[in-house]
């Protein structure tokens, strides 16, 4: 006999919470992931690459960026992963040596990083003083 998606969904392990600095972190480095990939074929394009690097390695740097930010979509609970977060900004950011237009990536998903972890933390921290303040009112 099967079971009912109702009796599935009693049976299953609730999931983890995620708070907003974490969520929003999240879809940032996934939208910013297929930019970068996308940056990476253009340094293979342009030929932005300098002398005597083969040039397909702008193809393979733009991938290795992008699987790094959506590796880092994984740790974004931890402290140590929204830095890796602002570490990979950074390196995007020194692409711009290489592309110009670079620069205006860095900046936009730069500036859309910090406001998910800046804005995603306060939010976190004020959700968290509402749980504590409604469990002190429900405890009495």
């Known amino acids: 006999m099967t079971?009912?998606?109702?009796?599935?969904?009693q049976d299953a392990a609730p999931r983890r919470r995620r708070g907003a600095e974490e969520s929003l972190g999240q879809i940032v480095l996934v939208f910013e992931s297929v930019i970068v990939f996308l940056a990476g074929l253009v340094a293979f394009g342009l030929r932005a690459l300098p002398e005597g690097v083969p040039q397909w390695w702008g193809i393979v740097g733009g991938a290795m960026l992008a699987v790094l930010m959506l590796a880092t979509c994984s740790v974004l609970r931890h402290r140590w992963g929204i830095v890796l977060g602002w570490a990979l900004q950074v390196v995007l950011a020194l692409s711009a040596f290489l592309v110009l237009a670079n620069l205006i990536v860095a900046v936009v998903f730069g500036v859309m990083w910090g406001y998910a972890t800046i804005k995603g933390a306060s939010l976190d921290r004020r959700n968290a003083q509402l749980m504590r303040e409604a469990e002190s009112t429900n405890g009495e």
């Not at 079971?3 to 969904?9: F, G, I, S, V, Y």
């Open 3 to 9: 079971d009912t998606p109702e009796e599935k969904a």
